[in-house]
């Protein structure tokens, strides 16, 4: 039976510790990644580790497998010309917000099956952050990006719909946060992902 942790809260800085923790113990982890930003960026005002840099910092350290990771909803603009080059170098494919709207989640799924296929059975981490939705509807957080995933899809089992509801931004940033219909299609799109029982360890990150 597959091992799986489950980690709730904090913001992205926390899958900096959780993916080394993982890591030591399975190895290196292929990442499954919603956002609207990359969080692959390099230190902002001298600042190593900062919620933008996690999955740079993993990488850094060899805790990210050498391929077969990929952001899923990216549609932020970035930092630099450098941010989308330096992630591809990461081994971490993008499907941007575009991509999934236009291609659909099943072929998107599909895709990413495929990435972690190449990393030969690696752990995987999936971690989804609350602005990869749109703020019309997942307001509360800090960093909100426009022409994100609202609320086209119907999870087709209830397996998903616990944790998903206990998503949450930042109360000071909004009054109304996400409920738990809201994730929809984050939602969908876990569930078919998980449902295939990757063969490894399944670590969340809401
Ligand atoms: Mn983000």
């Known amino acids: 039976m597959a091992r799986r942790l489950v980690v709730v809260g904090g913001d992205h800085t926390l899958s900096y510790p959780v993916i080394k923790a993982v890591a030591e113990k399975f190895g290196p982890v292929v990442l499954v990644h919603f956002d609207s930003h990359l969080d692959t960026f390099p230190p902002m005002y001298g600042q ?3 919620h933008g840099a996690p999955f740079r910092n993993c990488w850094e ?7 077969g990771s990929t952001h899923i909803g990216i549609r932020a603009t ?4 450098e941010d989308f080059h330096d992630s591809e ?16 989640v099943p072929a998107c799924v599909e895709a990413v099956w495929n990435r972690w296929r190449r990393s030969g059975n ?12 749109d703020p019309s509807v997942a307001p509360g957080t800090g960093t909100p990006e426009p022409r994100g995933s609202r609320n086209r899809r119907t999870p ?4 998903l719909a616990l944790p998903l509801a206990a998503l949450g931004g930042s109360p000071a940033h909004g009054t109304a946060l996400p409920s738990g219909c809201l994730p929809a299609q984050i939602s969908f799109f876990c569930e078919l992902l998980i449902l295939r029982s990757f063969p490894a360890p399944v670590c969340s990150n809401f």
Do not use: C, F, Q
């Open 48 to 50: 190593h580790v900062w």
């Open 122 to 133: 690696a752990p995987v981490y999936l971690s989804v952050d609350i602005d990869v939705l």
């Open 156 to 159: 087709t089992s209830g397996s």
């Open 78 to 81: 970035t930092y630099s010309a």
């Open 89 to 104: 170098n990461m081994g971490i494919a993008t499907l941007t917000a575009e991509d999934v709207h236009e291609r659909g």
């Open 61 to 67: 350290e060899g805790l990210l497998a050498k391929d």
